[in-house]
């Protein structure tokens, strides 16, 4: 594979608690979302998590090309900073769904660009080398242009637990631990990567919704959510109805209305308190919740709305 040819799928973390001993690197964990980026000098492409081509939407990438000498594909995370230089989730929602972003829009809530690794340099495929060697050639590219580019430090000389200490004092959102001598396996999830959120989130499938009360009468109220099962079924999980703001209310709503179904998208049964009044739509769209902890029968205890995930295929999303 060359640096410039096909885009690869992305090497995914599992869940788990910090791994110790040696053999490992850590990084911080961004609350962001994945790209995978081609550029040469003054060419660039840029691909999401599901492959979809997204340079459109952060045209910010276009500057890596001025920053090679030859082609080079990296992986990295895509990011809006708070006040204080903390990625974060809820401003990135402003850019997700927008393709052609406004001079006022790109300027009011400008995305960066984290990179953490690097799997093709000129016609070399990196994947089949270690991750320690990998970022040994990333660091050499020196990709760095504040605020919007950076390479982010590994920490192979701290203990895990400490380091998701600091993640936690300073509002970050966890770990990743990478095995040292660990290959990358594109599109494929692996315990050689291990992800510690200081947050319990779980992506969903939305499958329907339920008509509010109150203020909001006549509007969405609540999102019935589902995850497939081990058969791939798509099983209700829950609802939610706090975490959003108004405009993410009306703008979902609008979509929704969309791909409205008469038929319910989930397998076995959903509580008959949300069936009454339920408007059915197709299992195409997927949120990401924060929630405390699953229940014994398999729902989502206390949800709160993240946004929208359009980086994720609703096929692929399972309880974590």
């Known amino acids: 594979m060359a640096a410039s040819g096909e885009p690869l799928p992305p090497m995914l973390a599992t869940s788990g608690d910090p791994p110790a001993g040696p053999g490992w690197a850590f990084e911080w964990k961004w609350d962001g979302v994945r790209a995978i980026v081609a550029a040469e000098a003054g060419g660039v492409q840029a691909w999401s998590r599901n492959l979809r081509p997204v340079l459109e939407t952060y045209p910010e990438?276009?500057?890596?090309?001025?920053?090679?000498?030859?082609?080079?594909?990296?992986?990295?995370?895509?990011?809006?900073?708070?006040?204080?230089?903390?990625?974060?989730?809820?401003?990135?929602?402003?850019?997700?769904?927008?393709?052609?972003?406004?001079?006022?829009?790109?300027?009011s809530t400008p995305v960066a660009f984290y990179v953490f690794d690097l799997l093709a340099d000129r016609d070399a495929d990196l994947t089949g080398l270690t991750y320690l060697e990998r970022r040994e050639r990333l660091a050499a590219l020196g990709l760095a242009r504040e605020p919007w580019l950076r390479t982010p430090p590994h920490y192979t000389d701290?203990?895990?637990?400490?380091?998701?200490?600091?993640?936690?004092?300073h509002g970050l959102e966890g770990v990743v631990a990478k095995r040292l001598q660990s290959r990358y396996l594109p599109g494929r999830r692996s315990r050689d990567?291990?992800?510690?959120?200081?947050?319990?989130a779980q992506e969903?499938?939305?499958g329907g919704w339920v008509?509010?009360?109150?203020?909001?009468?006549?509007?969405?109220?609540?999102?019935?959510?589902?995850?497939?099962?081990?058969?791939g079924a798509l099983?209700?999980?829950?609802?939610?109805?706090?975490?959003?703001?108004?405009?993410?209310?009306?703008?979902?709503?609008e979509q929704?209305?969309?791909?409205?179904?008469?038929?319910?998208?989930?397998?076995?049964?959903?509580?008959?308190?949300?069936?009454?009044?339920?408007?059915?739509?197709?299992?195409?769209?997927?949120?990401?919740?924060?929630?405390?902890?699953?229940?014994?029968?398999?729902?989502?205890r206390h949800p709160s709305w993240r946004g929208l995930r359009p980086d994720r295929n609703p096929g692929e999303v399972v309880r974590v």
């Open 61 to 107: 990438l276009r500057q890596l090309g001025e920053l090679v000498d030859r082609p080079v594909m990296v992986d990295g995370e895509l990011v809006t900073l708070d006040t204080e230089g903390r990625p974060d989730f809820g401003r990135l929602q402003s850019r997700m769904h927008v393709q052609r972003p406004t001079t006022e829009l790109l300027a």
């Open 193 to 200: 990567w291990i992800k510690t959120p200081l947050r319990q």
């Open 158 to 169: 701290m203990a895990g637990g400490e380091l998701l200490a600091i993640a936690g004092e």
């Open 204 to 206: 969903v499938v939305i």
């Open 235 to 253: 099983r209700y999980s829950g609802h939610v109805g706090t975490g959003f703001t108004d405009t993410a209310l009306a703008q979902l709503q």
């Open 256 to 300: 929704l209305e969309r791909i409205e179904t008469a038929v319910s998208p989930f397998a076995g049964a959903v509580p008959r308190e949300y069936t009454r009044h339920a408007r059915w739509v197709e299992p195409v769209l997927v949120g990401e919740v924060e929630h405390r902890q699953w229940t014994a029968d398999g729902r989502l």
């Open 211 to 231: 008509p509010g009360q109150g203020r909001r009468s006549g509007a969405l109220g609540s999102l019935l959510l589902g995850v497939h099962d081990a058969q």
